[in-house]
């Protein structure tokens, strides 16, 4: 059973570029949630999906910044124009069929972000 | 904002000796969880303590759950080079939306 799997690892784009983040989580997990970390910090919660359905969206930035979890599919966190402040790593983490933090979150490898 | 905030921030230890790090929170909760974090990589899941739980063990681990005083302790027995990492606690502020809040984490190094 493969873990959660995210791509790319590494991700370098300069300001103004979108960045497309892609996770798939662990079979038979329908829940996702995309966190941030910035160095020498802990994990910040940005968006709580599952299949077609954005759950919680409350630490996700207003404007640039948008999450989906289609039917079919990987979750993808989408960044538009980014800027140098947006630079890094971006963990997503799923979780089984009843969801809510009850349960473990099991999380990928992470995508970093360097935006020039 | 913050929930969880470990102590330590850093911790260094020889190979055989015991580490403990400890966490406060702010809020009430449901659960909170420890994970650990190598350099550069994900973070993986050691161990998951209800509210209504006072201590629990996995392996080498033991944490501590003091819910009169908002806070938990991990303590890893016979540490060993390999547990060198950083160790976070994560609480969910009594929802069960499904967010996780995180301190900065104790960086543990265990010296050979």
């Known amino acids: 059973n493969a873990g959660v799997m995210q791509n790319p690892r590494h991700l370098v784009r300069r300001r103004g570029q979108e960045a497309r983040l892609r996770c798939s989580p662990m079979?038979?997990?329908?829940?996702v949630y995309w966190y941030r970390q910035l160095p020498e910090e802990g994990l910040k919660f940005m968006v709580y999906l599952q299949k077609e359905n954005i759950i919680d969206e409350s630490g996700m930035p207003k404007e640039r910044f948008s999450a989906e979890f289609p039917k079919e599919g990987p979750s993808i966190l989408r960044i538009q124009q980014v800027v140098r402040g947006d630079s890094a790593a971006y963990f997503c983490a799923s979780s089984p069929r009843t969801g809510g933090n009850q349960e473990t979150q099991y999380f990928g490898p992470g995508t970093r972000l360097l935006v020039l | 904002s913050q929930q969880g905030e470990e102590d330590p921030q850093a911790l260094s230890i020889q190979e055989g000796e015991n580490a403990t790090m400890n966490c406060s929170y702010k809020?009430?909760?449901?659960?909170l969880q420890w994970y650990r974090q190598n350099s550069g990589r994900g973070l993986v899941h050691l161990i998951l303590i209800r509210s209504n739980e006072r201590e629990k063990h996995s392996g080498r681990l033991r944490v501590t759950l003091d819910t009169s005083k908002k806070s938990s302790s991990l303590l890893i027995t016979a540490s060993r080079a390999a547990d060198t990492a950083s160790y976070f606690c994560a609480t969910d502020e009594g929802s069960t939306l499904g967010r996780l809040y995180f301190g900065r984490g104790t960086q543990l190094t265990v010296w050979p």
């Open positions: 079979k038979g997990h329908s829940h």
């Open positions: 809020t009430s909760i449901n659960n």
